[in-house]
């Protein structure tokens, strides 16, 4: 989350910084609560991914999907449907915006300040973005 706000890339929060996490957080409880329409203090692989593209407006493959679902919900026996926690929420909410502002800015240079929804990245550019995070 850090690296996600670390607008100075300075490693450290900055007050400015911390108060927008808390903001992040805050809305994404909200998000959250709002989902978890049971109150059991978990969401489905379906309200995830209504929520990655209605509120965020991502579009992702059902590949793509599948890929987080494996790294961040927990699956209950016996039929195996998957639950994310609030803690997994908050972690594929952090990497996917920071991945997607990664892609935008690269996205937005390589095509004139427009999004083409495609870039390229260099090898070291490619692990600054997914190490930092």
Known sequence: MIAMLDRSQD??????????????????????????????????????IRVIRNLFGYQIQPQTLETMLKRYSRVVPPNGRCIIAFDDFVAVSVRLRAYTDAFRKRDCIMHGGAEAGNCTFGYDDFLRCVLCL
């Open 11 to 48: 490693g450290f929060m900055q007050w400015s910084e911390f108060l927008e996490l808390q903001q992040c957080l805050v809305a994404w409880y909200q998000v959250f609560c709002q989902h978890d329409v049971d109150r059991s203090g978990f969401i489905d692989a379906t309200e995830l």
